[in-house]
């Protein structure tokens, strides 16, 4: 097999051992013309259609017969979903109506400042309308704040009742009065926020939700992603728990930048405008003197915690503003008059230094913050996938890359602020270590993790193997903790998964006992995961193997090489995946016969978040040149492209940058979301053959029962009398349509399948 030796996304190269195995048997029994109409019809989703045509079948020939079960099943189905929808929709018109009533007694409260009653929105909490705390039972909001409703009790409702609305009544919910009231009283509020330099709260009670509401108005995506911006600007200036600003910027000089422009004029999948790259630098720049006009410096080595949270920790001089700005603005029409000739690497570089020296007139920030965003926003014009990789970055970057770390080997999430355990890795240390999922951990080496976020936490977790961690934890039923120490080792997370685990922490795969259809999860596509789901599914077949669901929904990516691995486990020969650069010759990966899994259905599950290697596996095993399997699920992330390191840039950097497209085996090409979207397209990424589409409440509600099934602790539990949960298989499969719909799909594959 040929190997490509660059990769997608961010993980590893893995050369799956070949192997063999036997064919399935194969049933004698015909199959019409009609019946092959009818599963296809199926596949599309076309139930209905089904149906039809399976009924003009003779009605003693059980294939039909078989359909129309199937159809059955799914008109049940869907008759659930449209009426769960629909209770669902009128609760949140109903929540609605009575935040209006809610508003309108605020009101009223308002204007007669005697009222001692609290207002419910606000009810016993202490919290104001914001959710922010206020003083209880007062009608005005603090000094300076905006007084508006509870919009994170609001928003939430709104979204939801469109997310939950029928075509035909999603429109209809954005032009409810109290909706419009509602979103006219959040855009005043965030320019009220913004004016102040809080960013994220403006992100946070308005244009987070408005781009969300409106996904085809640009200006609100566009005022959310400026409002990104800043925000990242004023965090990059602060100090967290874990790494100060000094840490951040080490080792960053301007050689870096210049050196990454000599290596994506060389490597880069497309030519591209410096011109381009110089005008997102620029805003940024202009960005960055708004976000220190709004700052204060504060010294890190003499404010108190918890103060002056807001506050950034590195010198300037606020009075150099205003000339910064205007030295910035004239840069600007001294370079990028020309809207149609490009500057070029001499021009962009001279200006760039120049944006330097600018700096350090005026302002005098450390050089390493506007080499770092002036960097940062040039290559973003590039595409969401280029970006330099600050020496201070590299490590955990290259973590990512290959899924492997070293560790204690335990899942954590941030849950109203307390840092807990929710799942242990088999045989790390942690599942040793009398840690267990469901413990709080209060303290890391003596530090509390109250104000940590979780990548926070993980950095201190994690370190060099053979050195120890102390963890101070606690059961969520008991009051006082106890204090574990932990060696930490190698630690490799597993990426196969079924649907739930046994009493013993096995996983189980089948989702029908009946007609033996096995589902398997690919959390990434990792140096292991080839050989990890050979293995899975060789175990399925020999426990009679009929079926097959593949779960990438959620799965984000991993190394082309295992992408390419895992389609040839079901393709006996031909190109699967193609690449093609700028420069060089293209490359490409051909499938080989020994090792080819039996030829059963296979149904492939996809959603917006399966992007990368997950779209090269699903797009290349139902690519009309194998047709090897049935899409379910929602349209792609649209990823179509391929990334590579390069250390070029020196001093402890690196280069991830876009160096080819990638094509299936028919020799499409997966087209990229970000280039579809600057052209006001919307056809990118891999497209299901049925398309099902769940809202983001069922969604998460599928999520969690996942969460709780995935679960593995130690074996103390039963112990502390804590018991996990659970969730039989009916459980799971209520709450998940989407994997419903792929049995069925898969079951009416199989009569048309010739398995016995």
Request: with cysteine; net charge neutral; proline share 4%.
């Amino acid at each position: 097999m040929k190997k490509i030796i660059s990769f997608v996304f961010v993980l590893q190269l893995a050369i799956l051992p070949a192997f063999s195995m036997s064919r399935a048997e194969k049933a004698t029994a015909p199959v019409s013309p009609e019946i092959k109409q009818s599963v296809s019809q199926i596949c599309e989703g076309n139930f209905i259609a089904a149906g039809e045509i399976a009924k003009k079948v003779n009605g003693e020939n059980s294939q039909a017969s078989k359909i129309l079960a199937i159809v059955e099943d799914y008109n049940k189905l869907d008759k659930t979903i449209k009426e769960k929808r629909e209770k669902a929709y009128q609760e949140l018109i109903a929540q609605l109506k009575k935040f209006e009533a809610e508003e309108e007694a605020y009101e009223l409260s308002k204007k007669n400042p005697k009222t001692e009653e609290t207002p419910k929105n606000e009810k016993s909490n202490g919290k104001g309308l914001f959710g922010k705390k206020s003083e209880p039972n007062s009608v005005s909001a603090e000094p300076n704040e905006p007084n508006e409703p509870n919009l994170l009790e609001v928003f939430p409702v709104i979204v939801k009742a469109r997310d939950y609305a029928t075509e035909s009544e999603k429109a209809s919910v954005l032009e409810i009065p109290y909706v419009k009231k509602t979103i006219e009283r959040a855009k005043k509020a965030a320019a009220e926020y913004q004016s102040k330099g809080d960013y994220l709260d403006a992100l946070l009670f308005c244009y987070s939700w408005l781009a969300a509401l409106y996904e085809d108005d640009k200006s609100y995506t566009e005022i959310k992603e400026q409002l990104e911006d800043k925000a990242i600007i004023k965090g990059s200036m602060q100090d967290s728990p874990c790494e100060s600003t000094k840490d951040r910027y080490e080792r960053i000089n301007p050689e870096i930048l210049v050196r990454t422009l000599d290596m994506l004029e060389y490597g880069y999948v497309e030519p591209f405008r410096l011109s381009d790259m110089a005008e997102k630098a620029f805003k940024r720049m202009n960005y960055l003197a708004e976000v220190l006009s709004t700052s204060e410096y504060a010294d890190p080595a003499k404010s108190e915690p918890n103060k002056n949270k807001d506050a950034i920790t590195f010198k300037f001089e606020k009075d150099g503003i205003p000339k910064f700005i205007v030295g910035i603005n004239d840069l600007n029409k001294a370079y990028l008059s020309d809207p149609v000739v490009s500057i070029s690497k001499d021009q962009y570089v001279k200006m760039f230094k120049s944006v330097l020296a600018l700096n350090a007139s005026t302002i005098k920030l450390p050089e390493q913050i506007v080499i770092w965003h002036f960097g940062d926003a040039s290559l973003n014009s590039l595409d969401p996938h280029t970006t330099v990789i600050w020496p201070r970055q590299v490590e955990d970057f290259e973590k990512s890359m290959t899924n492997e770390f070293t560790g204690i080997g335990v899942e954590i999430s941030k849950d109203n602020g307390l840092l807990k355990a929710v799942s242990l890795v088999p045989g790390a240390p942690a599942y040793f270590s009398g840690i267990d999922a469901g413990d709080i951990i209060e303290q890391v080496n003596g530090e509390s993790t109250k104000d940590m976020t979780i990548t926070c936490a993980v950095s201190k977790i994690t370190g060099p193997a053979g050195t120890k961690v102390k963890l101070m934890v606690r059961r969520p039923d008991q009051e006082k903790g106890r204090e574990i120490e932990i060696t930490r080792a190698k630690i490799v997370v597993p990426t196969i998964r079924g649907w739930s685990r046994d009493e013993n922490g096995n996983w189980l795969y089948f989702v029908d006992e009946t007609e033996k259809i096995g589902y398997v999860r690919i959390t990434q596509f990792s140096a292991t995961t080839a050989a990890d789901l050979n293995k899975a599914i060789t175990q399925l077949e020999g426990q009679g193997l009929r079926a097959l669901v593949l779960d990438l929904r959620f799965n984000t990516g991993g190394y082309l090489q295992s992408a390419a691995d895992i389609t040839d486990l079901f393709v006996e020969k031909g190109v699967m995946v193609s690449t093609q650069p700028r420069v060089g010759l293209p490359t490409w990966e051909t499938a080989e016969k020994k090792g080819t899994h039996p030829n059963y259905p296979l149904v492939i599950l996809i959603n917006s978040s399966s992007a990368s290697a997950s779209e090269i596996v699903s797009g290349a095993l139902s690519d009309k040149a194998y047709a090897r399997a049935t899409l379910v699920g929602e349209q792609s992330y649209g990823k179509g492209s391929v990334q590579t390191i390069s250390d070029y840039p020196g001093s402890g950097a690196q280069l991830k940058y876009t160096m080819a497209y990638y094509h299936l085996p028919s020799g499409q090409r997966v087209n990229d979301r970000w280039a579809q979207q600057k052209q006001n397209k919307k056809d990118w990424g891999v497209m299901p053959n049925l398309k099902f589409a769940m809202t983001t409440e069922e969604m998460k509600n599928m999520l969690e029962i996942e969460r709780d099934n995935d679960v593995l602790a130690a074996a103390d539990h039963k112990e502390n009398g804590t018991k996990l949960k659970r969730h039989n298989l009916q459980e799971t499969l209520s709450s998940d349509y989407q994997l419903d719909m792929a049995i069925l799909v898969a079951k009416a594959k199989l009569i048309i399948s010739g398995l016995k």
